[in-house]
């Protein structure tokens, strides 16, 4: 795949929760943008259709199929587009769907983690281009009560003091971060919002105020998010 004119497919599972920064990287180098709303539908587009698919966050769990019946559907088709050997990437919900996909487990984390907390690379990590040459000394952003097992074969590439397993990487081409890279100061604003209950006492739970007083955290974020959007889309 070379960089520019990617057709880049997104799957959307609440209102609040949106692709963020992803959509100026998109709209930067002219790539065409297409989407599922989970909430919304079912139907997704012939894997031949897209180039790149993009798994957003959300609060349901992966395992919770009774009360959200598509997640049946869309495990089948993020596994079809996974062995059609495309690039993958999921954030938090999406990261987790990806792991249950390639056969690891997804559980509760021992504590919620929500708010702005640093997270450790690991060497193996530091030596992908997707993070080579990254100054990753600052916080991310986290909205999460569970944590998945690192799928077989796959190379993991970050921890945190609150979670063990933040980020893989399998096959060169599936990516699964548990943190948000793609926040922006709205998209911070619409997760707050419809969260706020969630924002309990917590040894890893920030309040409203500190997750927004720390907002100048997003940038940074931003300019890693590019960077990997970047390494991805020459594969």
Known sequence: MKLGNIRIHCLIHVPFEGIGHIESWAKKHKHHLSYTYLYEETSFPDKHDFDMLIIMGGPMNIYEEEIYPWLVPEKKFIKEVIESDKIVIGFCLGSQLIADILGAKVTSNKDKEIGWFSIVLTDEAKNTPIFQNQNLNFSVFHWHGDTFNLPKDSLKLASSEGCNNQAFLYNDKVLGLQFHLEVTPESLDEMIKNGET??????????????????YFISQCNDVLENILDQLSKK
């Open 198 to 215: 969630e924002l309990q006492d917590g040894k890893y739970i920030q309040s409203a105020q500190e997750i927004k007083n720390n907002a």
